[in-house]
């Protein structure tokens, strides 16, 4: 067989096993599912994903899959759809800096709308390493950064879902090789003038091209296999650096497995926001300042993040998800409670508005060189009493920074506080938590179970 990349990564994902992952790794897999779910809570009351799942219901017809907190039961793919969804659209999902961009919010719903209630928690827990081992490696070899995740998170769903499915190695290069040709090709994300739409990074839309793809591969349809050794969209050397001898490579040095440079998120906005909002934290923390006692502020910043839309008044949800002005108001202005995840009364609210104005984002080529592996801010906060600076790099939830499980679980609850009952969240976190030991079935059941509800 050729050593082409697709044949490579469908070689190293049917040969993984799950009795030889490291204890860290199984531990990150639980982390990031439960991550995932909780991103969902808050997620599936937005009007992204209620078009999704309402076409998610009409288009694939009814199974034995579930969309998450939810008494419909859906076809695989439709619950995968409609999941991704919930998990992607406030910008809280985890993310990787080497492949620039979110795998949680496909692989996670993939994994479980395709496991079914007989699989074993272990089993889930190792397609899921293996779905982010093969996006993160095909977002990070992409020769022309998009920002625009979609592009390469359907992979690593054609191969999760397709080791369900038992999928041949001969099978998967195909489904994978087919998915990088139907799959979204978008260009860079910060170039479009209106990035506040429902359709974001196309997330949920990979999801179903790696499904359909897995499907079509098993049915004998073909690929391309050299989809991805193709030097005008990708690096193959990237693609397969470290994956015969073992490792990943990442700007920290080498990892066992790409999962392991999995970051979280505090807020729900673009990572390269983050920094900002923790430097203004930092200085009105440090100074006892409220939003009033701030007369300007000036962010300087990389090229990525100075490039977003950064309106002080943004007109949706998710355009204000890539705004600097707009997050570091809603922070200064009601708290950094509210940003997880903000409500509607942020937008257009007159203080928040008013107090966005009063920054100014600049680009500082200085900052350009330490992206992706951070990324940097540095503000300058003036007030009646003088002008504070603060600079941020290194931000909650990155992986050299590490959560522990309580952290996660901090989140898990912050997001379900009165959206969902204290039996609910606690039934999803110890089903989690079981996956190494135990079955698949109860998480499922718990949620389908829980009753998720709007934020007052």
């Known amino acids: 067989m050729k050593d082409w990349v697709s044949n490579k990564l469908a070689k190293w994902c049917i040969e993984l096993r799950a009795e030889d992952l490291p204890d860290d790794v199984l531990t990150k897999a639980e982390g990031v599912i439960l991550d995932a779910i909780a991103c969902a809570i808050p997620g599936c009351h937005t009007q ?15 199974g ?19 999941n991704s969804a919930s998990v992607s659209m406030l910008d809280l999902d985890d993310g990787h800096r080497s492949a620039l961009g979110h795998p949680g919010a496909a692989i996670i719903p993939a994994a479980l709308a395709a496991a079914g209630p007989h699989a074993q928690g272990i089993e889930l827990l190792k397609n899921v390493v293996a779905g982010y081992e093969v996006c993160i490696r095909i977002g990070m070899s992409e020769n022309r950064k998009s920002y625009h995740t979609g592009n390469w998170t359907g992979l690593g769903v054609a191969a999760t879902a ?20 139907h799959g979204p090709r978008v260009a860079d994300l910060t170039l479009s003038a209106d990035m506040g739409a429902n359709v974001k990074e196309s997330i ?9 793809a897995k499907d079509l591969a098993i049915q004998g349809f073909t690929g391309c296999r050299d989809a991805m050794d193709i030097t005008e969209r990708y690096d193959p050397k990237k693609a397969l650096a470290g ?3 073992g490792y990943f490579p990442s700007q920290a040095g080498k990892h066992s497995h790409a999962i392991m440079r999995t970051y979280f998120k505090r807020y729900a906005c673009c990572r390269w926001i983050h920094s900002s909002i923790e430097a203004l934290l930092e200085i009105m923390r440090g100074r006892n300042l409220k939003h009033d006692d701030i007369k300007s502020i000036r962010v300087e910043t990389f090229k990525q993040a100075a490039n977003l839309n950064n309106l002080a008044e943004p007109t949706t949800p998710e355009s204000g998800q890539y705004s600097i002005p707009y997050s570091m108001a809603i922070v200064a202005v009601l708290g950094e409670d509210t940003l997880p995840p903000p409500t509607s009364e942020c937008l257009h609210h007159p203080e928040i508005v008013k107090f966005a104005t009063k920054i100014e984002v600049i680009h500082n080529q200085s900052m350009d060189s330490a992206f992706p592996v951070t990324s940097p801010a540095r503000i300058f ?12 790099e290194v931000l909650w939830g990155d992986p050299d920074q590490p959560l522990s499980r309580e952290d996660l679980v901090g989140k898990f609850k912050t997001l379900a506080h009165r959206r969902m009952s204290d039996d609910d969240v606690m ?7 079981s996956l190494r030991n135990g079955g698949v079935k109860p998480l499922l059941e718990a949620l389908a179970a829980a009753t998720c509800l709007p934020a007052e």
Not at 162 to 181: K, V
Not at 204 to 212: E, K, L, N, Q, R
Not at 381 to 392: L, P, Q, S
């Open 48 to 62: 992204g994903a209620k078009r999704i799942h309402a076409v998610a219901k009409s288009t694939f017809g009814s």
């Open 64 to 82: 034995d899959a579930i969309i998450w907190f939810d008494s419909a039961r859906v076809q695989a793919t439709a619950a995968a759809f409609a």
């Open 162 to 181: 397709g080791l369900y499915a038992g999928i041949t190695e001969q099978q998967l290069a195909h489904a994978l090789a087919t998915t990088s040709y």
């Open 204 to 212: 949920p839309w990979s999801v179903v091209t790696g499904f359909i």
């Open 243 to 245: 994956l015969d001898d």
């Open 381 to 392: 906060v003036t007030t009646a009493n003088g002008t504070f600076e603060a600079f941020v």
């Open 427 to 433: 039934s999803i976190i110890s089903a989690v938590q």
